[in-house]
């Protein structure tokens, strides 16, 4: 679905004008720069569709601003995924995934092969905005990726701009550049987590899968 689209009157929150202006040029640099990225873009979801699958949510919430995401893009059908390192999931992966990991109020919105997820917190009330958590399953973390739905667009727009991520290269995937990511990355969300090389100890908001002392109660209402 277009950003036009999504533009149109009473289909959108007047609180997500910002995000949906930064997808506008998102999907303006992929288009111009990315091609093989943009090619592989599936088109977004109704609101209807979205309404629907809110209801298969336990009685909780998506965060107004997923579901804006979720309108303009469903998942990449192609190797080049737009959002990568966890890769983001259409609308109906991440319904089919409700409930498999530690708590009913995750869904699951990405993949990174088994041993990365990303996960943005359903709540109980309607919200303009949430974190994108991570979840190593390896480390038996959970840790703050981006501190909101803007803040990572706004990441993987200069990530873009910038050749940290890339589609120049005949080898059928965006080849990623960690370091470079994680300092834009922090630029956007100051917050949240990373692995300080220099004194070898993480930093930023994260969680202990085993030790739930730590968690918000909605997380723990649902386990």
Known sequence: MSIKDILQKGSCPSEQEELITALQKLEDVVKNCKPKIAQGINKGNSVEKIQASEKLLNGLYMAEDLKVLYRWFNGSSSSYKLFDFPSMWSLDEAIEYLGEYESKAWLIIGDGGGENALISPLSEKRQISSPIY???????????????ILAMVYCFIECYETDVITDNFDCGYVLFFDEKFDEIRLKYSPNAYYFDEVTQTGKGEFYCLDDRSYWHKEWLKYV
Request: no cysteine.
């Open 134 to 148: 991570r979840r190593d399953m390896w480390q038996r973390t959970l840790v703050l990726e981006h501190q909101s």
